[in-house]
């Protein structure tokens, strides 16, 4: 591994094809035989620490149309946090169904699982039957891995019934030193970014894209008004810049004046502090308080100058969702992707039928979707929110932290990279973005 590693430090990108693939490799992994550790215990308090281990496992067999890629470095996503508290379930009754498909899939079925859905690193072989790729070329990887024998997959990829996310519903994921990826993961890693940076957007960014921005979600357009939960987080640090950039106006939530200071640098005027308002949406366990929802209704109203929501951008789901649909405006659409605190909703549907509401399923991104989120991190128009960068080791630590949202927008974690700052490309084209581009570290 460390030839693979110095080749690719001193940037002999076509030198590393030659190089022989390690039997074996580092990877963070949660096992099967722990995964009932948390039961009975409260999701706050199940640790990530405790569950995610790094330890050395076999190199997967590289099969067609796939590719074994030197991982330089990672980042942590909420699906990690749920893979490591074994919830909503254990990621190993995914792996287990996915082994049945064929011969080929049963790799994966193992009693360990490699997590991770992100990526920036180097391409070590390519899989019989990749012509776009080769060793050497410098990638990044989205997380959809798809099979397209089913004419259902053929029109939008995402509605594949063999749909997955790699990394998570998948084995050999990106946290670790090499990944087994689907060559129609691969994008290219942009040029002025390091290898940390250009890890971090891809899931939470082509998310945001598809949810917000494509016609498959929001179907966005100038001018609208979006809420959006969470603003400074994963999701909403990229769904703040699509809406800046594409001239919608973004309402902003967060919970804390840090957190607000955060998006009011990304360009964002119009900001609400939950906390500071105290919303208190739920009344007890089982009923909510419409006229807390009304309240908030009113803050949006003042803040936009009397202009209801038309694009709610939803992930907290149950804590939120009756807010939601409350405040969107007659014709107004609730996108959602998630349900954070709680997967049964609640809402008053008298709200959503009388004014002609929409509620939009929205789930990860199609290859085209994620590629056209990668241009605009390429081109300079949307930038990675990196605020923390872990080494391997330390990735219990990285995965705790967002699971009690003690981060900001996203954290990174070190794989074959030994520090921050290494592979970047175009100097002058990061010179231009740099201020932009660090808006999130150390905060
Ligand atoms: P994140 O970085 O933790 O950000 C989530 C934000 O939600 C937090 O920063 C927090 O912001 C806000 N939040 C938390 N609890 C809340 C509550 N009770 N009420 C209102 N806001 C609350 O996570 P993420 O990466 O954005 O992911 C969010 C969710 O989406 C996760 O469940 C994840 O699994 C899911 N997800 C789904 C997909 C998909 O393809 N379907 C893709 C990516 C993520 P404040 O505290 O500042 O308000």
Sequence with gaps: MNEIRDAILAGQFDAVGGLAVPESYRAVLVRKDE??????????????????????VPTPELGPGEAIVAVMASSVNYNTVWTSIFEPVSTFGFLERYGKLSELTKR?????????????????????GVNKWKPGDEVVAHCLSVELEDPAGHDDTMM??????????????????????????????????????????????????????????????????????????????????????????????????????????????????????????????NNQDPKEWQRLGKKIRELTGGDDVDIVFEHPGRDTFGASVYVAKKGGTIVTCASTTGYMHQFDNR?????????????????????????????????????K???????????????????????????????????????????????????????
């Design 351 to 387: 709200y959503l039928w009388m004014n002609l509401k929409r509620i939009i399923g929205s789930h990860f991104a199609n290859y085209k979707e994620a590629w056209e989120a990668n241009r605009l991190i390429d081109r300079g128009l949307i930038h990675p929110t990196l605020s």
């Design 35 to 56: 995964q009932d550790m948390f039961e009975g215990m409260p999701t706050k308090e199940k640790d990530p620490r405790k569950s995610l281990h790094v330890e050395e």
């Design 108 to 128: 994966h079925d193992l009693p360990y699982h490699v997590v991770g859905s992100d990526l920036a690193g180097v391409v070590l072989r390519v899989g019989p």
């Design 160 to 285: 594949d019934p063999q749909q997955r996310i790699w990394g998570f519903e998948t084995n050999f994921g990106g946290l670790a030193d090499l990944a087994l990826v689907k060559s129609n993961q691969l994008m290219p890693k942009p040029a002025h970014l390091s290898w940390e940076e250009a890890a971090a957007p891809g899931l939470v960014n082509s998310t945001a894209y598809r949810q917000l921005v494509s016609h498959n979600g929001a179907n966005m357009k100038q001018g609208d008004v979006v809420l959006i939960w969470g603003a400074s987080g994963g999701l909403g640090s990229y769904a703040t810049q699509m809406a800046l950039n594409g001239g919608a106006i973004p309402v902003c939530v967060v919970s804390s004046p840090e957190k607000a200071g955060i998006v009011r640098s990304l360009g964002a005027e119009l900001i609400i502090d939950r906390s500071e308002e105290g919303y208190q949406f739920w009344k007890d366990e």
């Design 389 to 443: 960068v872990y080494s391997m080791e330390d990735v219990g630590q990285a995965a705790y932290d967002v699971h009690r949202n003690l981060h900001q927008g996203k954290v990174g974690v070190l794989t074959l990279a030994p520090e921050e700052g290494l592979g970047v490309r175009d100097q002058e084209k990061r010179e231009k973005h740099l201020t932009a581009i660090n808006r999130f570290r150390g905060v």
